[in-house]
């Protein structure tokens, strides 16, 4: 009866060492990234590791230009302008029922500001437990230029 025990022991073993490494990809139809997650060997949250962040022919932002100290630290960070500079995009997370959108509530001479606002349903109703890392654009009134970008985040009910 031991050895029944142990077999069990080590076959759950062995699946939880198989789940701890996954790679996760956006739903068909979806032009969202690829996610790649690891294993944490920190208690503290990793922000995802997208393999292409930024769509092609966009430019990324260096990351001294873009403040998210506001963004909880497993969101992603990522920020670039497209065409002329006149379009921000970013990764937003949403989840569930769950919906991402983003607000550009700023636009002075040295910093636009951003929030990513997740929206979900007022009424309880079933919904999945997956997360979505969509990409998200906007139009600013004129090039981004070398104005910093500054992220928070919101939570919405509708």
């Known amino acids: 009866m031991r050895s029944l025990g142990t077999v069990i022991g080590a076959g759950a073993l062995l699946l939880l060492t198989a789940c701890a490494s996954t790679q996760q990809s956006v739903a068909p139809g979806n032009s969202g990234p690829t996610l790649t997650t690891a294993p944490s ?90 997360i979505r890392y969509p990409p998200l654009t906007a139009k600013l009134d004129a090039p981004l230029g070398e104005r910093s970008v500054v992220l928070t985040t919101r939570q919405d009910q509708q």
Do not use: H, N, Y
Request: with cysteine; aromatic share 2%; net charge negative.
């Open 41 to 130: 060997t920190t208690s503290s949250a990793q922000e995802p590791e997208f393999d292409s962040p930024v769509p092609p022919g966009a430019k990324e932002l260096p990351k001294e230009k873009v403040d998210a100290a506001a963004v909880p630290e497993d969101r992603p960070r990522t920020v670039w302008t497209e065409g002329d500079g006149s379009t921000i995009g970013l990764i937003a997370q949403e989840a569930g029922c769950g919906k991402a959108t983003m607000e550009v509530t700023e636009q002075g001479p040295q910093v636009v500001r951003v929030v990513i606002v997740e929206t979900t349903p007022k009424d309880a109703q079933v919904c999945t437990m997956d």
